[in-house]
């Protein structure tokens, strides 16, 4: 049978410092690894990141998505007229015939999104050459028109160009 003697204090002194030394240790290797290196360094660049984003966020628009210009910012009702008077000015530059269908407000944004979408609808007709160059002047626009579905129908001595699409505002408005 195997008796259990009471430990020397010698031995308890060296089983303190062994315990002791591991703590030691063990914070020394965990504050070693906390801050890898370069720390500081990379912490300035993912916050200047940050900022960036956080600016480009509250920005209108979506500036990295859409060409300059592409998208409208204004108060609605001023940017519907604006948008009618400026498919009436490119029908009448290009001598066609024109029939807006329709010119909707933009619709409530959804939660969390940047860009809200006016409606367009339109009917133009006149001879090719002068349809093609509204065509062209409609390109052009700026905000640019985003078209959801575009025909051309020819007549007798008349093409008819028929537009259905939108125009992105930011929702900021």
């Avoid at 300035?44 to 998208?71: H, I, K, L, S, W």
Wanted: hydrophobic fraction near 50%; glycine fraction near 6%.
């Amino acid at each position: 049978m195997m008796s259990l003697s009471r430990p020397s204090s010698r031995d308890v002194i060296i089983l303190s410092a062994i315990a002791l030394g591991t703590i030691v240790l063990y914070w020394l290797v965990l504050w070693a690894i906390a801050e890898p290196p370069h720390f500081k360094d990379r912490l300035a660049v993912v916050e200047a990141n940050f900022a960036q984003v956080d600016a480009a966020r509250r920005a209108p628009g979506d500036g990295t998505a859409y060409p300059a210009n592409a998208t409208c910012q204004g108060e609605p009702v001023a940017m519907e007229s604006a948008l009618r008077q400026q498919i009436a000015a490119a029908a009448a530059a290009s001598a066609v015939d024109l029939t807006i269908a329709e010119t909707g407000s933009p619709a409530e944004p959804e939660r969390n999104q940047k860009l809200t979408a006016f409606t367009v609808g339109f009917d133009a007709s006149g001879p090719y050459a002068n349809v093609m160059a509204f065509a062209n002047k409609l390109g052009q626009m700026r905000p640019a028109l985003f078209a959801d579905t575009v025909g051309l129908d020819q007549g007798d001595a008349t093409v008819t160009f028929k537009f259905s699409g939108r125009v992105l505002c930011s929702a900021a408005l």
